[in-house]
């Protein structure tokens, strides 16, 4: 009798539940080419660059100026910096819907490179997300760059909880999207 009271005892006091989260994309476009037309134009998005503190599995928030605090129970479904490529591959896509964005090298030398660094993309304590970012744009060949860029971009009000940050951080993560397509 007292193994089971321990057993009763011990599933109350069970951890919450691990969610996993990946970043929030566009649906896929309903407008298909067909597959004979060649993309009018190739993309790379290389791996997407982040501090190593910030490319971890782990849902961060700053309660500081240099302390994080992880989830208890949020966690990022890939590492912070592959779901941020991936997000952005897809909403550039989804903006270009005439070129292809691709995350490898392609064969053809004529594309184009958009290589991005991510310094800062976190949740502070009074609910305001900060993302700052830097891109380049470049033709492979010949080698041009054709933009180079920085932007600060900064969500108020992101309420407590793992998915709100989520939805706030894909939310800046569009917006970005948005002002990198205008450099392609």
């Known amino acids: 009798m007292p193994a089971v009271l321990a057993v009763l005892a011990l599933d109350g006091c069970a951890a919450p539940a691990l969610h996993s989260y990946v970043l929030a994309t566009p649906p896929p476009a309903t407008v298909s080419t067909p597959v004979e037309t060649l993309p009018a134009q190739v993309v790379e998005l290389r791996p997407v660059l982040l501090p190593d503190h910030l490319d971890t599995s782990q849902i961060l928030r700053r309660v500081g100026p240099s302390e994080l605090v992880a989830s208890r129970n949020g966690r990022w479904g890939d590492r912070l910096s592959v779901g941020i490529r991936l997000a952005l591959a897809a909403d550039l896509q989804a903006r270009l819907p005439q070129a292809a964005v691709v995350t490898r090298s392609p064969l053809d030398p004529a594309f184009r490179r958009v290589s991005l660094t991510i310094t800062a993309f976190d949740l502070d304590a009074s609910g305001t997300l900060t993302l700052d970012a830097d ?20 969500a108020a009000g992101v309420p407590a909880g793992d998915a709100a940050e989520v939805a706030a951080m894909s939310g800046l993560l569009r917006q970005l999207a948005a002002l990198v397509a205008q450099d392609l």
């Open 135 to 154: 891109w380049t744009v470049e033709q492979v060949a010949p080698p041009i760059v054709l933009s180079q860029r920085r932007v600060r971009l900064a």
